[in-house]
């Protein structure tokens, strides 16, 4: 199956300070890329959906000023946590759309984000 | 608005023995479904699908079945070994209407008992 490949797994990070997660389809070019974030026990919520070339569209509720996602390329989509706050500690996960399996999502390893 | 959902969070089952695990759905307007299967601390692994003009779809030990009429979807795993024990979630799109994002349920988390 496509590979996505997602960059850091696991990062700590101090209040107030900026966090950069990289998403990469590396078998694929993925014109669309998906970032969700999953809380304990909770479904994957949707944050964004990012297209290569254009502006994210973010979900409601959720800060495009706090959470920055550029996709410079087919093969990259990254997520910016700005100013990151406790609350924000989490699992961030990103997924791609294959063009050739446009119904179907693969997903990164996931980032797990700690904030102190 | 939970439009798809997952209402056992979890399940514990005998090496060997048949797993079900269910979905349901509100949203008449998805159209294709799919089962991910997640490990903690890692991203949801591709599973199976099912297109809704389909009410069944078999790849090896794992079959989903869709009654669109009760809005409900099942993933059957036959046999299950422990090496399935993990957190099972639903997903569904409405692909006819261009959106591109998956509404995924809660999850359940299978334990698959040796």
């Known amino acids: 199956g496509a590979v996505v490949s997602q960059h850091p797994s696991r990062v700590i990070c101090k209040s107030g300070t900026s966090v950069k997660i990289e998403c990469r389809s590396l078998d694929f070019q993925a014109t669309t890329m998906f970032w969700y974030r999953q809380f304990p026990k909770q479904s994957l919520m949707l944050m964004a959906t990012s297209n290569e070339g254009s502006k994210a569209t973010y979900e409601q509720g959720v800060e495009k000023d706090k959470f920055l996602i550029n996709h410079a390329s087919l093969t990259l989509s990254t997520l910016t946590v700005t100013s990151a706050h406790p609350e924000d500690s989490s699992f961030y996960i990103c997924s791609a759309r294959n063009r050739r399996l446009p119904y179907e999502a693969f997903f990164g390893q996931g980032t797990r984000l700690t904030v102190v | ?25 509100t949203n008449s307007m998805f ?57 099972y979630f639903c997903a569904a799109s409405a692909s006819r209407t261009g959106a591109n994002n998956l509404f995924f349920g809660t999850g359940t988390r299978l334990t698959v008992i040796p």
């Open chain 2, 31 to 87: 159209d294709y479904f799919l089962w991910y299967k997640k490990y903690p601390a890692e991203g949801p692994t591709f599973l199976i699908s099912i297109s809704s003009i389909k009410d069944k779809n078999e790849d090896g030990r794992f079959t989903v079945f869709l009654n669109k009429s009760a809005k409900h979807l099942s993933l059957h795993i036959v046999p299950s070994q422990p090496g399935d024990s993990a957190v």
């Open chain 2, 1 to 25: 608005d939970q439009q798809v959902k997952q209402n056992s969070p979890s399940l514990s089952v005998q090496e060997g023995r048949i797993s079900i695990l269910n979905c349901d759905y």
